[in-house]
């Protein structure tokens, strides 16, 4: 396949994400069609794997203490939210894709329509949102996550539907959310079940009488 060119003069997007994203779609353009089939799938399947690491994690906290379940119950919110927060953030951004200016078919296939903007990446968003989440459940479990995230945001460039800093700033913006609302949510979430666990029965004392 020959260069696939992309005319920036009308996006407002930094001149160095530009030129890396024509590299990395020079480089796709030219990769063999496997590597491009596992590409197009990769970028939307990396996110259910995430998911499910994210659930293999929690099930290792479930049944701890306390703090362990609660940290399980939460991790999954901050996800949800960081997903909802770079939706908006498109709204406000407004950056075009880059894909609607190239001038040869892309690896994934279709462009997506006018209106879903680029900055930042939901999928990136989302894979940094999980891996963080993980990796607060699981340290060993978070360094796989935190490597597919990577490798799922790169993905979105090789593909050709973002800049290399819409899915900088959605990795980044996904674990900040993740790494800002954990704690408040994880400290709620124990209180109220300390509220709910009942109450533990008096116990005999050996030199008279009882205590709790």
């Known amino acids: 396949m020959g260069r696939v060119m992309v005319e920036n003069g009308t996006i407002d997007v930094p001149e160095i994400s530009a ?9 796709a353009a030219s990769s063999p ?13 990396a996110i259910v794997l995430l998911g499910l690491l994210l659930l293999a994690a929690a099930l290792t906290r479930l049944g701890g203490g306390q703090r362990d379940r609660a940290l399980a119950l ?6 949800v939210l960081a997903y909802g927060g770079s939706e908006w953030l498109k ?13 040869q078919a892309i690896i994934a296939g279709s462009c997506p329509p006018t ?11 989302v894979a940094g949102a999980l891996a963080v989440a993980t990796l607060l459940l699981a340290r060993r479990i978070g360094l796989v996550a ?21 899915v900088v700033a959605g990795l980044l913006f996904g674990a900040g959310v993740v790494l800002l609302l954990v704690p408040p949510l994880r400290r709620a979430v124990v ?17 008279g009488g009882t205590r709790r």
Request: hydrophobic share 45%; with cysteine.
């Open 19 to 27: 030129d890396w994203y024509q590299d990395v779609v020079d480089a």
């Open 33 to 45: 069609e496997p590597v491009r089939w596992f590409a197009g799938h990769f970028t939307e399947g």
């Open 74 to 79: 939460v991790a999954p919110i901050p996800v």
């Open 91 to 103: 709204t406000i951004v407004d950056q075009d894709r880059p894909c609607r200016a190239a001038t």
């Open 115 to 125: 209106g879903d903007w680029s900055f930042p990446s939901n999928h990136s968003t």
């Open 146 to 166: 935190l490597a597919l995230a990577a490798l799922a945001a790169f993905s979105r460039v090789f593909v050709g539907v973002h800049y290399p800093h819409d």
């Open 191 to 207: 209180v109220l079940l300390r509220r709910r666990a009942p109450a533990e029965p008096p116990v005999a004392d050996p030199i």
